[in-house]
Antibody, heavy 117, light 108 residues
Framework: EVHLVESGGGLVQPGGSLRLSCAAS????????MNWVRQAPGKGLEWVAN????????NYVDSVKDRFTISRHSAENSLYLQMNSLRAEDTAVYYC??????????WGQGTPVTVSS | EIVLTQSPGTLSLSPGERATLSCRAS???????LAWYQQKPGQAPRLLID???RRATGIPDRFSGSGSGTDFTLTISGLEPEDFAVYYC?????????FGGGTKVEIK
């Protein structure tokens, strides 16, 4: 059974940093694209970033470029999102998800991030 | 960036009725690189359809997807109580990946 578990969310002040983690099990992690998707309170889904199987390609939504970095560690079956220079508008539940292509077949339950003073 | 517009914003229907949800892209999504997701309150999204018309594993056949290019449709042939939720389309053709704003299917 596929299992994705996010961690690392919490309350952070504007301008601060957080590192989100996603632990994967039950599938061949190194074979699939992985993504971060966020959802602000009461709003729709927003794709944030994805990373290719071998880490050689990374894509970001414009609003997080130069602030967020996606990475993966295949030996640990883990996905990460380093978030710097956080803003109030980054407040959301952050989901990790993955699949063989760019659709997201499997999703974690999400970790909440609140950016507030 | 490809913008996806979903309509209607809210669909009020009774159990057993047919639901037709629309997703329109601002430019072609190529070889049908479009997915549909269902999200219930407090839960993560769930993949229903990818490649515009291929049901994901375990998805009942009352869910079907159609369309190509810029116009796509998700049809639920007979609503079950558990189908009342928010539905999102997502284009997987080019980065940045984008989602539509969602259609809420509510009980009438």
């Amino acid at each position: 059974e596929v299992h994705l578990v996010e961690s690392g969310g919490g309350l952070v002040q504007p301008g601060g940093s957080l590192r989100l983690s996603c632990a994967a099990s039950g599938f061949s992690f190194s074979s699939f694209w992985m993504n971060w998707v966020r959802q602000a309170p009461g709003k729709g889904l927003e794709w944030v970033a994805n990373i290719k199987q071998d880490g050689s390609e990374k894509n970001y939504v414009d609003s997080v470029k130069d602030r967020f970095t996606i990475s993966r560690h295949s030996a640990e079956n883990s996905l990460y999102l380093q978030m710097n220079s956080l803003r109030a508008e980054d407040t959301a539940v952050y989901y990790c998800g993955g699949g063989p292509g760019w659709s997201i077949d499997w999703w974690g339950q999400g970790t909440p991030v609140t950016v507030s003073s | 960036e490809i913008v996806l517009t979903q309509s209607p914003g809210t669909l009020s229907l009774s159990p057993g009725e047919r639901a037709t949800l629309s997703c329109r892209a601002s430019q072609s999504v190529g070889r049908n690189y479009l997915a549909w997701y269902q999200q219930k309150p407090g839960q993560a999204p769930r993949l229903l359809i990818d490649d515009a018309s291929r049901r994901a594993t375990g998805i009942p056949d009352r869910f079907s997807g159609s369309g190509s290019g810029t116009d796509f449709t998700l049809t639920i042939s007979g609503l079950e109580p558990e189908d009342f939720a928010v539905y999102y389309c997502q284009q997987c053709a080019s980065s940045p990946l984008t989602f539509g704003g969602g259609t809420k299917v509510e009980i009438k």
